[in-house]
Every structure is written in structure tokens, then in C-alpha cells.
């Protein structure tokens, strides 16, 4: 008998968009639904909608409540949750109609706690679909072990690309029922993903975008104050996965997890400096990488650091200006002479 997957829909003032992903949901060819719609707060007509979509179909429940935001919203839903499987999709995108029934049967036949798939961006403001480039060499699904999956997820693996988002996965209930996001924080999938992950044993891998992504709406979360989300937010989650995982005894993942994030640093750098507005926000990453270059300078020995990423870390440690400079003396001359040749 197919099992029960209890899947949780945070929504909040997106009457525009909400039918339209309820809809993807009852269209699944995996019937075995709890679909739990949290209204957290709305002040437009979502709420109505939610209790239009209760009337018509047994399987969706309904939960009212405050607003307390995406985590929030989470929360409620997995505080209701009966799931075997639970999985997550945000309101203002949708699904493809195999999604669950594909990911449930992955996990299934692997005995993986974990099912991942890849997704579609879709830029309201143009119209514009863009599907990653997609290899089905895989197959309809590939195990992976969980050290396997961890390396593929926090090294950014060509092959498996494994995101941060809940909403790309289906988490057996029984391994995740006593996590919870944390209230009041954006990014709050990647501590979610990186604990689920170390709790696990198998993950069975999905080659295929099954979720459709809204990449720019106005209003999202994700659109909002980028500088202080990255310092608030992510850059101490990041933070606590490296030490999450050093906790869990994976050394060598904790240190491939720096790496990553020392790497991610940079960016931020150069991306703040593009902007005035932004600019005071650089000067905080600097004083981040500063701080951790004792740690820096012991990972960046390492055989896997790439040899131009030690070039580039050893510069903006002397001289941040110089290397926004250099980056951008880059990207001026030396790429448009390499694409001419």
C-alpha cells in the first residue's frame, strides 16, 4: 500500500500565485496526499482561497495562525504533519505532476530516508523558463551513500547537484520530526538540509527538475535587503554547519564545508563592492575572512584547494582593494580576449 506523504505549503498574501500551485498538488499522480496549507497571516485572499481549496478536496487541511514567517509557517505544518514521507513546497511556485510519485518510489526502492530532484528558475518578470542543463545518463534514480550525498551537497558536485531547499527533497517523517526551522530567519533551509543529511544513511538521487521555481517576485523574501540577509543569516548558518558537522565527527567535511564558504566570502566581497550602496557591507566580509585566517591559512595546505583560490585568498587578506581590482581588470580584458580566441 502506497504510504501517506504529508506535504506543507507556507503561504502568505500570494493570492495571485496560490491556485496555481494548490492546483500542481492535486494533480500529482501520487494521490496519497496530506496537503497542508498554513495561512500565515494573509491579509489579501489567500486565506479564503485555502478554505475554497478545503471544501473541494478531503486531503487538504487548513491552518490559520499569526504571522511569524516562512520558518514559521513550517513549523505549523509539520506540528500537524502524519505523514510517513513529508515534503515542502513554498506557495508561489509549483510542481511537475511525477514529482512525488517519482521521489516516493526512489526512496522506496533504494531504502533511502531522503529523495532530492533538481528544479526549474522561473523569472516572472520576462516570462522566462531556465531549465539547468540536465544529464539523464543517471537514470531515473541513483543511491548514494550518506557521506557520498554530504560531499556531493557541501562541495557543489557537477554530477549530483544537491541545493539547500527543502522544497527539492521528500525527508522520511520519522528522521525529521523533531527538527524545526528557526523562527525569524531567512535561509533557514540550510541547517535544515545539512542536520537531515548527517541523520540519514541513504539518499536516492533524482536527475530530473520536477519543481518550478519563481525566481523574482516582488515582494519574496529572497528579493529583500541582500546585504543583511547574507551577513544575519547566511553567513552564520554556514558557520554553524561547519561546526555542525565537525560535532559529528565528519573532520575532513567540516573543512571541505570552510573551503566552500571561505570560497562563497569572495563573492560576497566583490558582489558588495559592485554596488555604493552595498559597499559597507564588503568591509564586513573582509573583517570575516580576517578573523578566521588562522583557520584559513590551515585548510587552504589542503591538496583539494585549488591553487588559483590560494593565489586569491592570500590578496584580498593584504590587499582587499587590489583584489576587487584585479577581479575586475579580469573580467574586462582577459575574458572577452579568451572568448575572441
Not at 510517513?84 to 521521489?103: A, E, H, L, T
Not at 571541505?256 to 566570502?265: D, G, I, N, S
Amino acid at each position: 500500500m502506497e504510504k501517506l506523504i504529508s506535504v506543507i505549503v507556507p503561504v502568505y498574501n500570494i493570492e495571485d500565485y496560490l491556485p496555481r500551485c494548490v492546483d500542481s498538488l492535486l494533480a500529482q499522480t501520487y494521490q496519497n496526499l496530506e496537503i497542508i496549507l498554513v495561512d500565515d497571516g494573509s491579509v489579501d485572499t489567500s486565506g479564503v482561497i485555502c478554505d475554497g481549496y478545503a471544501k473541494k478536496d478531503a486531503r487538504i487541511k487548513v491552518v490559520h495562525k499569526k504571522n511569524g514567517g516562512l520558518s514559521d509557517a513550517r513549523n505549523a505544518g509539520m506540528d500537524v504533519a502524519t505523514g510517513k514521507y513529508i515534503g515542502f513546497v513554498d506557495g508561489d511556485d509549483w510542481i511537475d505532476q511525477d514529482m512525488y510519485r517519482s521521489m516516493y518510489e526512489a526512496c522506496e526502492k533504494e531504502q533511502a530516508q531522503i529523495a532530492v530532484c533538481r528544479y526549474k528558475q522561473i523569472r516572472t518578470s520576462s516570462g522566462e523558463t531556465f531549465v539547468p542543463e540536465i544529464d539523464a545518463s543517471t537514470g531515473n534514480s541513483v543511491l548514494l551513500s550518506k557521506t557520498r550525498a554530504l560531499e556531493a551537497y557541501l562541495c557543489e558536485d557537477e554530477q549530483y547537484v544537491i541545493y539547500n531547499s527543502v522544497w527539492s527533497k521528500l525527508f522520511l517523517a520519522e528522521m525529521v520530526k523533531d527538527m524545526r526551522f528557526p523562527v525569524g530567519k531567512n535561509s533557514e533551509d540550510i541547517m535544515f538540509t545539512t542536520k537531515a543529511f548527517c541523520k540519514m544513511e541513504r539518499l536516492a538521487y533524482l536527475n530530473a527538475p520536477y519543481y518550478n521555481y519563481v525566481l523574482d517576485r516582488e515582494g519574496s523574501i529572497m528579493n529583500e535587503k541582500v546585504g543583511q540577509r547574507r551577513l544575519r543569516d547566511e553567513i552564520p548558518f554556514w558557520q554553524e554547519q561547519i561546526s555542525h558537522l565537525a560535532k559529528e565527527g565528519m573532520t575532513e567535511l567540516s573543512d571541505k564545508a570552510a573551503y566552500r564558504f571561505y570560497r562563497r566570502l569572495l563573492f560576497y566581497y566583490i558582489d558588495f563592492m559592485e554596488n555604493k550602496d552595498t559597499r559597507g557591507f564588503a568591509g564586513e566580509i573582509i573583517k570575516e575572512l580576517k578573523k578566521e585566517k588562522e583557520n584559513i591559512v590551515r585548510i587552504y595546505k589542503k591538496d583539494y584547494v585549488a591553487t588559483g583560490d590560494k593565489v586569491r585568498m592570500k590578496l584580498v587578506l593584504a590587499f582587499p582593494f587590489a583584489y576587487y581590482c584585479a577581479v575586475k581588470g579580469y573580467d574586462k580584458y582577459v575574458i572577452p580576449l579568451r572568448a575572441k580566441a
